[in-house]
């Protein structure tokens, strides 16, 4: 278990980090993907309603329900890893 300091953990939860939303997967074959043009359609692996999963880097820290405000896409945040469990991953991630 690595220790924070009080000024690795203030240098940490200033960092500019990216979040991604992801709806949902669809397995293509190459041939498939090549194939596709304007208007075609991609069935994802999850149902209408389910929300969206939220990363940061390759790691899942929540889900959430995707709305839209002013229209934009945003999500409401449902389910989310706990604080200490997130700074913990992101200074083993070295992003300090």
């Given at each position: 278990?690595?220790?924070?300091?009080?000024?690795?953990?203030?240098?940490?939860?200033?960092?500019?980090?990216?979040?991604?939303?992801?709806?949902?997967?669809?397995?293509?074959?190459?041939?498939?993907?090549?194939?596709?043009?304007?208007g075609d359609i991609i069935t994802l692996d999850k149902y209408a309603g389910s929300g969206g999963d939220i990363y940061v880097n390759t790691r899942i820290v929540g889900t959430g329900d995707?709305?839209?405000?002013?229209?934009?896409?945003?999500?409401?945040?449902?389910?989310?890893?706990?604080?200490?469990?997130?700074?913990?991953?992101?200074?083993?991630?070295?992003?300090?």
């Amino acid at each position: 278990m690595v220790d924070i300091t009080e000024r690795d953990y203030d240098l940490l939860v200033d960092t500019e980090i990216v979040v991604d939303v992801i709806l949902g997967n669809a397995q293509l074959t190459i041939r498939d993907f090549l194939n596709l043009s304007e208007g075609d359609i991609i069935t994802l692996d999850k149902y209408a309603g389910s929300g969206g999963d939220i990363y940061v880097n390759t790691r899942i820290v929540g889900t959430g329900d995707i709305i839209v405000i002013d229209e934009k896409l945003a999500v409401r945040l449902q389910d989310a890893m706990d604080s200490d469990n997130v700074v913990r991953y992101f200074f083993e991630e070295q992003m300090i």
